[in-house]
C-alpha cells in the first residue's frame, strides 16, 4: 500500500493530512504501516518515516 499527502488545500477536510502544528490537527496511526512504523518488507515507513504516528485534521463544528 502506498500513501501520497493530498495536495496543501486551505479548505481541506478533517482527516485530511496537514503540517504538524497546524491549528485543528492532532496526530492519528499512520495510514499507510498501521502505526508500526515499517513498510511491508520491514523497512521505514515513506509515509510516517517511522513515527508510526501521521499528523491529520481532526473534527470540527
Excluded: F, L, W, Y
Aim: aromatic share 0%; with cysteine.
Amino acid at each position: 500500500m502506498t500513501h501520497q499527502a493530498p495536495a496543501a488545500d486551505p479548505q481541506a477536510a478533517p482527516g485530511d493530512e496537514a503540517p504538524a502544528g497546524t491549528p485543528g490537527t492532532g496526530e492519528k496511526p499512520c495510514p499507510a504501516c498501521g502505526g508500526s512504523g515499517r513498510d511491508e518488507a520491514g523497512g521505514v515507513c515513506p509515509c510516517c518515516q517511522g513515527s508510526g504516528k501521521v499528523t491529520a485534521g481532526i473534527g470540527g463544528g
